[in-house]
């Protein structure tokens, strides 16, 4: 055939195939997540995530340094308290879980670590909402309050991003106004913007206790069904003054994500979820797949959807494997 075209020229050789590939997945814009347990000398497996751990602080130190020196210099922290009342009150308690563990990192490791923390109610309630709860109803205003300070006690411990992932209406200003109140004008927000009503953060739940005692999310979480949605969030989340924004899960989002990528002037983070990491690994375990491949495409996909960094729960295992050298 006389084609005067024909794409698979470049795809002929691995050289060729290197020379042409377009920017890809690097350790440097990956995200740990982490379940910070109280006390110390801690450490308990989470059956529905294989591979990770919830650690006490202690036991997360060594963990956070192993991952540091392979090029994963970010972790996102969640508390798993044994207290949890209606009010949540332990998410403002200075000397929880969290920010000791931030106070910890902060001192070892400095500026070389990103400490991201997420700031929502649902581990530290007996209902287990992000919110305050009348009745049946997940307040926003007097929530917003509580997630302020929240904010505050994180910042003060050392984070370097606070991460509401309750999605109140107001909180990213809110936020911003309480960090800047109390001295903190140098920690930034990353905003859970459009996050998802979603079915992938079943092993989440079961890791960090945080399931609804009673009915679900969809009054505050977004529907799955909405893309404009998304930018009226990301309109407001830029306006009250957000540093990045998150699309959360990852996987059946790449066009949200996207949009993001086109249309936000500050970066953009993707969640890679709970059950969408448990999906890849029960694949692999099941020899459906194998997951060095499949890790590096979903991952490599989402980057290519736009993203600018990924919070994922592969990051330390790729990073330690070498996947990526
Ligand atoms: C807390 C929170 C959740 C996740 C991150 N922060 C759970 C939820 O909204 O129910 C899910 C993360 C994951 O599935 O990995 N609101």
């Known amino acids: 055939m006389h084609l005067p075209i024909r794409p698979r020229r470049w795809r002929r050789t691995s050289a060729l195939r290197e020379l042409s590939a377009e920017p890809g997945l690097e350790c440097r814009q990956l995200v740990q997540g982490h379940f910070v347990l109280p006390g110390v000398q801690r450490q308990e497996d989470i059956g529905s995530l294989p591979g990770i751990s919830r650690f006490s602080a202690d036991q997360l130190l060594?963990?956070?340094e192993r991952d540091l020196s392979n090029g994963v210099k970010s972790v996102m922290l969640?508390?798993?308290p044994e207290h949890k009342d209606a009010d949540g009150s332990g998410a403002l308690d200075a000397q929880g879980e969290v920010p000791a563990a931030v106070r910890l990192l902060k001192q070892q490791f400095g500026d070389d670590l990103i400490?991201?923390?997420d700031v929502c109610l649902c581990p530290y309630t007996d209902h287990g909402h992000c919110g305050f709860v009348h009745g049946e109803?997940?307040?926003?205003?007097a929530s917003v309050v509580a997630l302020s300070q929240m904010a505050a006690v994180l910042a003060e411990a050392g984070a370097d991003f606070v991460s509401p992932s309750d999605m109140m209406d107001g909180r990213i200003g809110a936020i911003r106004s309480a960090l800047d109140d109390h001295g903190f004008q140098q920690t930034s927000i990353l905003a859970y913007t459009a996050k998802?009503?979603?079915a992938f953060y079943g092993p989440f739940r079961d890791a960090a206790g945080s399931a609804p005692s009673f009915g679900d999310r969809r009054s505050y979480q977004m529907d799955f069904r909405n893309r404009r949605e998304a930018h009226r969030e990301l309109e407001l989340d830029l306006d009250e003054g957000a540093d990045m924004v998150m699309v959360k899960p990852a996987l059946a989002y790449l066009d949200i994500i996207r949009d993001f990528a086109d249309a936000s002037p500050i970066p953009v983070?993707?969640?890679n979820v709970s059950g969408e990491y448990a999906m890849v690994k029960m694949a692999?375990?099941?020899g459906l797949a194998e997951e060095r491949a499949m890790t590096l495409e979903v991952l490599?996909?989402?980057?290519?959807?736009?993203?600018?960094c990924i919070i994922t729960y592969h990051a330390s295992q790729i990073a330690a494997a070498g996947w990526l050298r």
């Open 269 to 271: 983070c993707a969640y």
């Open 62 to 64: 060594p963990v956070v």
């Open 115 to 117: 400490v991201m923390v």
């Open 137 to 141: 109803e997940v307040v926003n205003d």
């Open 300 to 308: 490599g996909a989402i980057r290519r959807a736009g993203a600018d």
């Open 78 to 80: 969640f508390g798993v």
């Open 196 to 198: 998802y009503a979603s």
């Open 284 to 286: 692999a375990r099941e």
